[in-house]
Nanobody, 126 residues
Framework: QVQLVESGGGLVQAGGSLRLSCAAS????????MGWFRQAPGKEREFVAA????????YYADSVKGRFTISRDNAKSTVFLQMGSLKPEDTAVYYC???????????????????WGQGTQVTVSS
């Protein structure tokens, strides 16, 4: 099982940028598909972005496409979420999640991820 720790959240003005990091430990990081989800107050957790372990394919929610970029550094066992052109509606707790290869993995389905971090708060002011 892999342990995940997010960092990089904070308060930013609309139009600004933030980079979230998710550090993994415990297992071979390269064998894991990784995703970012977010949950705003009173709303369900929603998919943001994901990266496939085998070929680096990336997936994005329509709401963040063109503004956010997911990437991974296997040498550092870290996945990043670069967020730009931030909007107040991006305000949420952002969670990192992982799923080992060989298991069914639909990138946008929270239920297909086995491990979750504790989350990091992102607040975008207008």
């Amino acid at each position: 099982q892999v342990q995940l720790v997010e960092s990089g959240g904070g308060l930013v003005q609309a139009g600004g940028s933030l980079r979230l990091s998710c550090a993994a430990s415990g297992r071979t990081f390269t064998n894991y598909n990784m995703g970012w989800f977010r949950q705003a107050p009173g709303k369900e957790r929603e998919f943001v972005a994901a990266v496939k372990w085998s070929d680096g394919s990336t997936y994005y929610a329509d709401s963040v496409k063109g503004r956010f970029t997911i990437s991974r550094d296997n040498a550092k066992s870290t996945v990043f979420l670069q967020m730009g052109s931030l909007k107040p509606e991006d305000t949420a707790v952002y969670y990192c999640a992982s799923r080992s290869y060989g298991s069914r993995w639909r990138p946008t389905f929270a239920s297909d991820y086995a491990n979750w971090g504790q989350g990091t708060q992102v607040t975008v002011s207008s």
